[in-house]
């Protein structure tokens, strides 16, 4: 088959706010190549991406991604290998094309898997998939009381591992930083799993995201997270030096694998957490993967929108047994939970699994989805390059 057509759906929450939160919005994706249709997210800005997809040629290497996409072949995983090719060195002056190409490389895993009747990991090339443990990923409280009372809440639901990020974390002093790790380890007790996400606060400044590695490490807590920029591989790098007890986790930044390779070879994380609706989509995050395996590195998706998100992040490592935790959006916000109308859902034991069926399993809801689209058209000279197109029925 070949791809006929890509559709892009611009969908946004009536407000959306300045809270560390990418699931007030969201660019899904839809492939059709002859009778299958595939489903994708993009994780980055909604417009953005639309205008990369269509944008006029700037030169022989500044072309619209599209011009890499329609009209290919599509019958096994080597085709889409080839077409993320075309796009790295036709688009290579286009920034944004790895995050427009991440949504749109998911959903033609999902067209192939319905097409094959395979379900994508096995495409990948694993036989078996292993259960992880799911942490509740969500935002700071205000307070530490706040803090508390949300992991209380994640443990009252369920979960064995909670992540906290953002907010006031890292703006303030260690003392203030260190009360709100405290109490989130009050809330989720001694037996579970605490992580934390400093959401790049520190910048390059090493010094300041040492000064919470004592409470970290008192608090038991199982990684930091994301202190500094991601392409700051000397910091990351210095950190892991002083870190002996809290590893340093890193990664969701990356938009190729050879940027996780580096943070992993020269950033020296414990834990590379990859995004596929931003690195390029499932198989480089596969490669990822298979690079963290060699290394003694342990791969972690990145999800913290909707669970058709969650079902392509959890593919490129489902195989992998030893490499058994796994972010899961615990509070995102009602479009996320309305996109698909299933879910991954942790068993009694807090454990998720990669849907046992072909393509990424998910049904996206239209139906529900009817409040949130954008209407977008782009004209250059005159000239119509892109209009929004109704979601199906």
Known sequence: MKIDAVDFFYLSMPKVTTD?????????????????VGWGECEASPLTCIASYVCPMSHGACRPVAESVLGQPLNDPKDIARIRAAVQFNSMDLLQAPHTFSGIEIALWDALGKMLDEPIYRLLGYKSAFPKLA????????????????????RQAGFRAVKFGWVKYGRGTAAEDAAHVEAARAGMGQEAHVLIDAGQIFAQDVAAAAERLPALERCQALWLEEPFLADALAAYGALADRSSKVKIAGGEGCHSSPMALNLIEFGRVGYIQIDTGRIGG??????????AVAKGVTFVNHTFTSHLALSASLQPYAGLADHRIAEYPFAPRQLALELTSNHIL???????????????????????????PQDVEIVVAGRRLFRSAP???
């Not at 560390?20 to 299958?36: E, I, K, N, T, Y």
């Not at 942490?135 to 209380?152: C, H, I, N, V």
Request: aromatic share 4%.
């Open 20 to 36: 560390a939160d990418g699931s007030q919005d969201a660019l899904l994706v839809r492939v059709r190549a002859g009778s299958h």
């Open 135 to 154: 942490y509740a990923s969500q935002l700071f409280g205000d307070t530490p009381m706040e803090t508390e009372a949300k992991a209380r809440s994640a």
């Open 282 to 291: 499932i198989g480089p995050a596969k490669e990822v993967a298979d690079h």
């Open 346 to 372: 942790p068993d009694v034991d807090g454990l998720i699994r990669v849907p046992e069926a072909p393509g990424l399993v998910m049904s996206v809801n239209t139906s529900a989805l009817a409040p949130y």
């Open 391 to 393: 979601l199906p029925g």
